[in-house]
T-cell receptor, first 114, second 111 residues
């Protein structure tokens, strides 16, 4: 089954404790992206990747890091989480070119930073 | 930069009512436009899309037409069902390879 998976689905952590949210897709997609969803703000893009070893900032990259060492994986790293990073996070992927193509979304990771 | 503005919710309707959710955008060039739907507890899924001016996207009884002259992509459905209750997002994808979303509109359909 074609899908985007994220882990963990739920995470409660404390300020300053490094964490990684994993994202994996099995559709051989070139383009992958991370979003955060906050009430009243919709989804905002954090980082995206056009292909292996190619990443770029979205609209809200501060406090986040990503890497793309393999085509299927695109982990989101929070080196020192803060309470304002409490949010619902979505990973998505699409075929090359993105602009015309459907983004496939993962089920989401709800992160709470205390 | 790119931005998407969609009508605020929540919207509450009775079954078989007509639904319209307004969406306008700001962008340079010729973006692609999308409507995504998010059912409770799930991720987003594509509802429909349009990639150039005057294109009409349609799916599951929903329609939206890409109007470049009014920079709009309004979503419509003639007769909603309880199963259409969800959050609807208008989105824009431009040549900068960034996807911009509106704030989302929560729609509740009552039997």
């Amino acid at each position: 089954e074609a899908q985007v998976t994220q882990n963990p689905r739920y995470l409660i952590t404390v300020t300053g404790k490094k964490l990684t949210v994993t994202c994996s897709q099995n559709m051989n997609h070139e383009y992958m992206s991370w979003y955060r969803q906050d009430p009243g703000l919709g989804l905002r893009q954090i980082y995206y990747s056009m292909n292996v070893e190619v990443t770029d900032k979205g609209d809200v990259p501060e406090g986040y890091k990503v890497s793309r060492k393999e085509k299927r994986n695109f982990p989101l790293i929070l080196e020192s989480p803060s309470p304002n990073q409490t949010s619902l996070y979505f990973c998505a992927s699409s075929m090359a070119g993105g602009i015309y193509n459907e983004q496939f979304f993962g089920p989401g990771t709800r992160l709470t930073v205390l | 930069g790119n931005s998407v503005t969609q009508m605020e919710g929540p919207v509450t309707l009775s079954e078989e009512a007509f639904l319209t959710i307004n969406c306008t955008y700001t962008a340079t060039g010729y973006p692609s436009l999308f409507w995504y739907v998010q059912y409770p507890g799930e991720g987003l899924q594509l509802l429909l899309k349009a990639t150039k001016a005057d294109d009409k996207g349609s799916n599951k009884g929903f329609e939206a037409t890409y109007r470049k002259e009014t920079t709009s992509f309004h979503l419509e459905k003639g007769s909603v069902q309880v199963s259409d209750s969800a959050v609807y997002f208008c989105a824009l994808f431009n040549n900068d390879y960034k996807l911009s979303f509106g704030a989302g509109t929560t729609v509740t359909v009552r039997a």
